[in-house]
């Protein structure tokens, strides 16, 4: 989960993005993540946080009215990543990502395979199943 720091004296503009979350005393209401998105909070999010240009881009998502929590920001994958497929605890290495599309819906990798993000969810998938994951990972679900 990402959380971002905003400055409520400008707006609530973003100001630093982080994985890990460690608010210094008097400074936790400065902070806001995904239980506190509205569509347009999550979009306006992303918007400020592509402008901080930290070297990664980040996507507004919407995982459906039947998903806690629905909105979302992510960081998009990038050019050089590496890359694997998963399902139900089992994962492959795929390469590297060589090629994404403008509007982040369609990915490729250097072993040919290819990623589709449906809507504007913060997954991508291929052959309707196997899903994308950043990293290198070789791993069978233990319980089969």
């Known amino acids: 989960m990402l959380y971002f720091k905003v400055d409520r004296n400008d707006r609530g503009r973003v100001v630093e993005v982080s994985e890990e979350h460690q608010p210094r005393p008097g400074d936790y209401l400065n902070w806001i993540n995904r239980n506190s ?31 806690y929590p629905r909105f979302d920001v992510i960081r998009a994958p990038a050019l050089g ?20 599309s403008p509007t982040f819906k369609v990915i490729a990798t250097s072993t040919g395979s290819r990623y589709y993000r ?9 052959d309707g199943t196997w899903s994308l994951v950043i990293g290198h990972v070789y791993k069978q679900n233990p319980s089969f």
């Open 37 to 67: 998105f509205t569509r347009r909070a999550a979009i306006s999010v992303a918007e400020e946080a592509n402008a901080l240009n930290d070297g990664h881009h980040y996507l507004a998502s919407d995982e459906g009215p039947n998903v």
């Open 81 to 100: 990543d590496k890359v694997s497929y998963a399902f139900n605890g089992d994962s492959y290495p795929d390469g590297e990502i060589i090629k994404i």
């Open 118 to 126: 449906r809507g504007h969810r913060s997954s991508w998938v291929k």
